[in-house]
């Protein structure tokens, strides 16, 4: 157990929280030897040793004062280059780059393999609540059946300002974007995006099995009208922006983005704010309920941290599940019961539905809830897009699951 | 990673999980190759090969054949026999004994080092929910502040049905232990001791501090009135089981189990029924909630499986906060504010409170609201046994607390 000493990439809110938390844990054993970033000289709410700072990648890689690449910058592509050229060094990282890993994780898995360094992400999952881990080696087993949670604190909270403070949509975000929840430019949050890149580093420690993004059906908030929201009220549930991966055989899987209607004796009913929430269920033990901040400053930097000491102790992911004999595959072939609400758009025209349930036609807006398969949600994705439609699940259990 | 062969002690509720747990687990590369139990003849629920029995604690502990002690009995005596001559051994152990484990953590720490044998028991605190494992390695750090929750489900499932379903007590307590929850002799749930063992070893892992069962307060639910109950509903709290343990200066922490008021905006509010709901507190990511079945065969047992996969991988508690340099000890000297309800004793004559601020005489009962200090309750907490008296917490920072 030698000290850690740490390059650190990225000195935004993230990074700062970092450079608090490691003085803070006095028995950590871990020192920030380096910090890189594009501009020294930018005003930062907290202040580090200027002799700290670098604008050279090289600096850090080449010093053989550093045994851990910290990488927290926003920069997907950035962060790819950076994290990569560390492994390919031989120096393990810590990385917070949920977008970055979504995309790149099977190489970077291979890397870890390869190159014997480990790579670890708890903070890019649902900031302080240990998720990540907690799939990895408590859930150490094939009786996991379902992760289901709100993995977004900006669009969770923009939704409980609509439903518990019936505020507007749009006072909502913009309060969000005011508090720091919610980023300038919103659609990664609140388009389920950052759900999304989440649902796919948790899927691969649930069930073993990557699954590019691009494959994962995701449909977000922003078309989201009032009369959603009286719609949900009068039927006595909230509507949350849900993510959700789910063995629905021994053999097959399915995953998915989507706003859902929750009723109260949910868990994630009471999931409020800019608070994360994550259901675990599995087969002997029910439902587990993890509940904390998701992000923020500090939330993320305590979890960076975690991920820092089990580096003291050389921890590193196995992917034990990826290499299971019996592992279930994806699917898009379930239906699911969906809610689409929509006016101008000839929305019968664009989604085939299994079967239709309840039709409404209004002055306001029109409904249609039916049973639709969740590939024809898939290859009509890019139909709905920019279209004044809201779309959400309303949970069944799955009309087609093989037993 | 070889093959993990179990040798099993008990197969009570517990062991019959495991079994079942076991053989649902595919990839689990684990399989029971002996069962000791007291009466291979005894009917049971759930039938296992008659060809595993055993009557012989040497027949399992000298073979060759297996590789993991697996211990779930109910006797704490027999528990401590088995776990210790199997570490002896070199066996490693996963046991789920809370009253064993708080009694002789000390010595089965120190046979942990000097034999290098691996003791794991995760199930032994709150059953599926991972909270050992996370203290230990998730929250490896010194920012952690508190641990606080409704450990015990038995006593929780009483408190829930004489608040929410307005049952009497002995009515509760009946149906708890017709459902199974709370055992024959119901005293160990309900007067705290359940929840006292599992915060000896919550404390171990949160802290790195050991802290003897007879050191801390303990007090139970037997004494509850329905004056107690009304009184609570009228000021709109729950009355709840809780068991904490909370660093109050960076010296000093300090630990409990008794009744306490808890107000809507808590966490373990909404811990209903047979639940178990923990809260971690840190200096930086706030609060983390975890939820989940503390107890039961199939849960219980899952958490098992979870320390028996940690053993395919060599996994081990390191009591790494045990080596901190700056480590908090534990103080009594801390001062409460709490509730007191009493008739026919003469309560001021046994409890000194450093200051009153309610006092109310009544036709029914009296109580008292006042400031306290833990170490005249510690002292006085013979002097209330077997007394018409129900005391319970009404959380405050506390009052002198050095920071």
Redesign the interface.
């Known amino acids: 157990m030698s000290k850690i000493k740490i390059g650190l990439f990225g000195f935004g809110v993230v990074g700062q ?1 970092i450079y ?2 490691v003085r ?5 054993n871990a020192e920030i030897v380096k910090i890189c970033v594009r501009d020294p000289e930018k005003p930062r709410k907290i202040q580090a040793d200027k002799r700290l700072f670098t604008t050279s990648v090289e600096e850090i890689l080449d010093s053989p004062n550093i045994n851990l690449v910290v990488e927290v910058i926003n920069d997907p592509d950035a962060a790819y280059d950076i994290v990569k050229r560390s492994m390919l060094r031989g120096i393990p990282v810590v990385s917070g780059s949920k977008t970055m890993l979504a995309r790149h994780l099977p190489e970077l898995i291979e890397l870890q393999k390869t190159r014997h360094v480990a790579l670890l992400y ?1 903070a890019s999952s649902c ?4 998720v990540i ?2 799939l990895e ?7 996991l059946l379902e992760v289901k949670g709100i993995l977004n604190g900006s669009s969770n909270y923009i939704l409980s300002r609509v439903f518990d403070h019936a505020e507007p949509y749009a006072d909502a975000l913009a309060q969000a974007q005011a508090l720091g929840f919610a980023e300038s430019d919103p659609s990664f949050d609140i388009e389920g995006y950052d759900s999304l890149f989440k649902l796919v580093i948790i899927t691969v420690h649930a069930l073993g099995t990557y699954v590019a993004p691009e494959r994962i059906f995701t449909y977000g908030i922003s078309t989201i009208h009032d009369s959603d929201i009286r719609y949900a009220r009068e039927k006595g549930v909230k509507i949350k922006l849900v993510a959700q991966v789910v063995k629905v055989s021994d053999e097959h899987f399915t995953m998915f983005v989507m706003p859902e209607f929750v009723t109260p004796d949910k ?1 994630i009913y ?1 999931v409020d704010d800019e608070y994360n929430g994550v259901v675990i269920r ?12 998701g992000a923020g400053s ?2 993320t ?3 960076i ?2 991920d820092i ?2 580096r003291l ?1 050389d ?1 590193r992911y ?1 992917y ?2 990826m290499n ?3 592992k279930p595959g994806y699917t898009t072939d379930i239906t699911l019961k969906v809610y689409v609400r929509y006016k101008e758009t000839d929305i019968h025209n664009i989604l085939h539905f299994d079967k239709i349930r309840e039709q409404y036609i209004g002055e306001e807006s029109n409904y249609v809830i039916g049973d639709i398969l969740l590939s024809e949600l898939m290859d009509k994705r890019s139909q709905l897009s920019g279209r004044d439609v809201f779309l959400a699940n309303i949970p069944i259990f799955f009309l087609n699951r093989d037993r």
Chains 1, 2 share one sequence.
Not at 127 to 130: A, T, V, Y
Not at 137 to 143: A, F, I, K, T
């Open positions: 929280g608090e938390v803070k844990a006095k028995n950590a708890d900031g302080s609540i240990p881990r907690n080696e408590y859930y150490d087993n094939d009786l868990y009471s599995g087969e002997c033990y029910d439902r587990q309920f993890m509940f904390g901040k500090l939330p930097a305590s979890s941290l975690s000491m089990a102790h921890y196995e034990k599940k299971y004999v019996q």
